[in-house]
Nanobody
């Protein structure tokens, strides 16, 4: 199993920046990719950004050029640097890890961290 603990959410004015962190523990060797999703009330959770253990990144169009996803050297912590924040970025942000263990695909989630951008 993999446990994910997020930190770094909060309240910021439009145009400001926040950095989210997600620390993975447990069977981290089984992780193939990590990412950040976000969800607002009544909406489906959407992928914001992801990064594979090989360093390949993917972003939703609405955050390209503003958000950057990265990992530490040990590949057990993922960061989301969010710049030029907009009110529409307000959401609960969830850390995600995907991997394989005992031949089965596994999907893990953090508890979520609130990001609120005021106009």
């Amino acid at each position: 199993q993999v446990q994910l603990v997020e930190s770094g959410g909060g309240l910021v004015q439009a145009g400001g920046s926040l950095r989210l962190s997600c620390a993975a523990s447990g069977l981290v060797f089984s992780i193939n990719a990590m990412g950040w999703y976000r969800q607002t009330p009544g909406q489906q959770r959407e992928l914001v950004a992801s990064i594979t253990t090989g360093g390949r990144t993917n972003y939703v169009d609405s955050v390209k050029g503003r958000f950057t996803i990265s990992t530490n050297n040990a590949k057990n912590t993922v960061y989301l640097q969010m710049n030029s924040l907009k009110p529409e970025d307000t959401a609960v942000y969830y850390c995600n890890a995907e991997g394989r263990l005992a031949g089965e695909s596994r999907n893990y989630w953090g508890q979520g961290t609130q990001v609120t951008v005021s106009s």
